[in-house]
């Protein structure tokens, strides 16, 4: 595991370089090019989500996905073609179960309407996550935009960069900080796990083979937890269609409940549970759960803040697609 003095070195390296493509990201950059555009993807985030509120947490973790691949770039969003031959995002082992790509494609189709060609999708990636969260009741945090999408969308680059609920503190410490995200940051967005759910095949293994003997599990897992999910969730594990609360009791409701839970052995990935197996991590949790929901909110809204502007494009790089799912030809 890399030590704190090189990972702040790496740190500051990395957001050296990543400072050199956000600086012309900025509030309201379509004030003048297309007025009505934030105004457009708000409104209709309003009234969709409030009708299926599990399209928050499902947006926001596109949106995660989407700026550790690249950046926010929205190369999540694209589909293969024969013409590229190459395997996008959208077939790599953490994506498989991303949802909402219909609905970014609604919310594109609707500006693309107002303002042909002006806004990009990575751009409305960004907005609808923080849209939706507040439709939900979650915090609110400022959207810079200006950001263009890119035109590479990788396979490989998906499955190697993307953090799996599998990860040990070390991948995610490296993960993070290669996209210039420290380890508070890496607590904050990992409190997204706040809302939403998950198949049993993201943590089966815990439960079943976690030491590559079927019938191991996990003795980091709280036991009365675990023995919950076998007997009334994920019955096998083969099961890959079975639904499992991420904050159980709790997760329509962006609240602390997932920090408290971490800290009595009920964080339901492995990559949870990684968080409390360092001081560090730890003890900020701590703070966190003994702190008001309003500091938690603060706290979340500036590590978005900070993950919305990662490796972006702006200025001349990349473009604006017409359609979310293709590059322009």
């Not at 004030?31 to 928050?56: H, M, R, Y």
């Not at 508070?184 to 993201?202: E, F, M, Q, R, W």
Request: charged residues 20%; positive net charge.
């Amino acid at each position: 595991m890399a030590s704190f003095g090189y990972l702040s070195i790496l740190v500051l390296c990395i957001l050296g370089f990543v400072s050199s493509g956000h600086a012309q990201l900025q509030l309201n950059f379509y004030a003048k090019s297309c007025p009505n555009a934030e105004k457009i993807i708000k409104d209709f985030v309003q009234k969709q989500v409030q009708k299926a509120p599990n399209t928050a947490a499902a947006i926001l973790r596109m949106h995660f996905h989407d700026c550790f691949v690249r950046g926010c770039d929205g190369s999540v969003l694209l589909n293969f073609t024969s013409s590229t031959g190459n395997q996008t995002e959208k077939q790599a082992n953490p994506n498989l179960t991303l949802r909402g790509f219909s609905f970014i494609d609604a919310v594109k189709r609707l500006v693309e309407a107002e303002c042909p060609g002006v806004v990009s999708c990575a751009d409305i990636i960004a907005l609808v996550a923080r849209d939706a969260v507040v439709v939900t009741g979650g915090p609110f945090w400022n959207v810079p935009t200006g950001r263009r999408d890119g035109r590479i969308s990788n396979v490989s680059e998906a499955n190697a960069d993307i953090p799996a609920p599998t990860s040990n503190f070390t991948r995610l410490q490296q993960s993070f900080a290669k996209k210039g995200l420290d380890l508070n940051d890496l607590v904050l967005l990992s409190g997204a796990h706040t809302i939403g759910v998950s198949h049993c095949s993201s943590f089966s293994e815990r439960l079943y083979n976690f030491t590559g003997t079927l019938g191991t599990q996990d003795p980091s897992l709280d036991s009365e937890y675990a023995d919950n999910l076998k007997s009334r969730k994920c019955k096998s594990i083969n099961d890959n269609t079975t639904i499992v609360e991420m904050d159980p009791g709790s997760f329509k409701t962006f609240d602390l409940s997932y920090y408290k839970l971490l800290l009595k052995r009920r964080g339901l990935f492995q990559s949870d549970a990684a968080l409390t197996k360092r001081t560090t991590t730890k003890s900020f949790i701590e703070h966190l759960v003994e702190g008001s929901l309003k500091e938690f909110y603060s706290e979340f809204a500036k590590a978005m803040e900070k993950m919305g502007r990662v490796e972006v494009k702006t200025g001349s790089a990349g473009e604006i697609r017409k359609q979310c799912a293709f590059v322009n030809s």
